[in-house]
């Protein structure tokens, strides 16, 4: 699980899916790995959330909107991707709107689930999500897929070691905030993490 100088709150582990897990992906969405993503998922019939960065939705609509025809689930990961604690109140306060509006816009649905960039909230940043009615979802497994030097089977193993139904998975659909081209190591290790959550016969749920 993310940590930093706040922690967020979220839904009870237990109370959560019972046969099932959460795939998410922040960064996006990205013209290459989005689609590619969108595609392994779909040969698998999984679902999944992405947490859409508001300045690449402004730029690319339409692959917001394709998330949603795949049956996938949208959640809002800003406008910029910056670190909330160095961000002054008017400015996170200008993000939060823009990136909203942002995903409206593209899509028609206002983003109720909330994930900070590097999974760091502020005093501000949390505050602003709790008057405007967000949800915030961190993550219990990750992948460290942003790594430069990792590989699809170390990411593979990083998500399912000890994975128990009702967690939520990060990954990372872009290579925009971190090493170039990390998308295709993620986009690799997919259908085995899928297939190792076929064998485990747990599901996967979008988060809405």
Known sequence: MASGPLAAEEHPHPA????????????GPHP???PRMLEILAEH???ATFFLV????????????RILDGGHAIGMHGYLHRPHPTRKAAALADDFERAIAAT?????I??????????VYSPVSLRIVRERGLQPLMWDRWGKDWRKFTTPRRITRRVVAGLRAG????????????SQRSYQRTAAALPMILE???????GTVACV
Not at 58 to 65: D, I, T
Not at 104 to 108: F, I, Q, S
Not at 196 to 202: F, G, I, P, Q, Y
């Open 16 to 27: 959560r899916w019972p046969q099932a897990v959460a795939i998410t992906f922040d960064d």
């Open 45 to 47: 019939d999984a679902r």
């Open 167 to 178: 967690d939520v998975i990060l990954l990372h659909d872009a290579d925009f905030y971190s």
């Open 32 to 34: 290459e790995g989005t």
């Open 104 to 108: 409206a816009d593209a899509t028609g």
């Open 196 to 202: 190792t959550l076929k064998s485990a016969e747990l």
């Open 110 to 119: 206002a983003p109720h689930l909330h994930r900070p960039p590097y999974g």
């Open 54 to 65: 508001g300045e690449q939705v402004v730029k690319r609509p339409e692959l917001a909107r």
